[in-house]
């Protein structure tokens, strides 16, 4: 079984160091994993005002959001917090009311910073985001990378031994959370996310 997995980079720096990260897990994930970046970057600003009759960008990445078996965000932290076109990525996402397209993916968060706790913060905000929006969460292994540029070759491959141990085993940790999540969505039991949330 091939798995079709969609990830947000949480930084539109030209030279980020998450987009570093993604490229390698990209290059670490098993076989069952089939990962195609969601771009966030042409996302407007949220406003509800717009939500009925969006630019063309924001449908284009709810299809793509919906098209996915599941969601892997790679983020840094910014301020403590989730990065603003991140954030504002998952607003559109969430929206009109009754259309989450978040709803039952399964998730994966991880994130690189320069910093010792790479991202934890950011990560546990992200965290209650995504039960809100009724996302699975892989909940372990956590995956805080404190970024170290020599660890990572420009084709997406890792050089420290220690560093590609540790993605490994999270995009295989993460690939059977992704087949046990989905094998456990019986077909015609998705749900209505929307009435499971009392307003
Ligand atoms: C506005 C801003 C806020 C930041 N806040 C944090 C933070 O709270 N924690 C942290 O570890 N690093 C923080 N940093 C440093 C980032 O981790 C660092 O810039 C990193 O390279 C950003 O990831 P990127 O290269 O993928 O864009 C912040 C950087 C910026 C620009």
Redesign the pocket.
């Known amino acids: 079984m091939t798995y079709r997995i969609g990830y947000l ?5 030209g ?5 570093v990260l993604a490229k390698a897990l990209v290059h670490l994930a098993p076989p069952s994993l089939q990962l195609e970046e969601i771009p966030i970057r042409d996302l407007p600003l949220y406003n509800r005002d717009d939500e009925l009759s969006p630019v063309d960008a924001v449908p284009t990445f709810k299809k793509a959001i919906e098209a996915s078996d599941g969601l892997l965000f790679v ?7 989730i ?1 603003a076109p991140l954030k504002n990525a998952i607003d559109w996402g969430s929206r009109p009311w009754g259309q989450n397209s978040f709803a039952r993916k399964p998730t994966g968060i991880i994130g ?4 010792a ?3 934890a ?2 990560q546990a905000s992200m965290r209650s985001v995504l039960s809100f929006l009724d996302a699975p969460q892989l909940n372990a292994p956590e995956a805080y990378v404190t ?1 170290h540029a020599d660890a990572y070759a420009d084709d997406g491959s890792v050089t420290d031994p220690h560093t590609e141990t540790f993605l490994r085993h999270y995009m295989e940790e993460y690939a059977a959370f992704v087949e046990r999540v989905l094998s456990a969505t019986l077909p015609g039991h998705e749900g209505d996310a929307d009435l499971d949330v009392m307003h």
């Open positions: 980079v949480g930084s539109l720096s030279d980020s160091i998450n987009r983020s840094p932290e910014y301020n403590r917090s990065p690189a910073s320069p910093g706790i790479g991202t913060v950011m970024f």
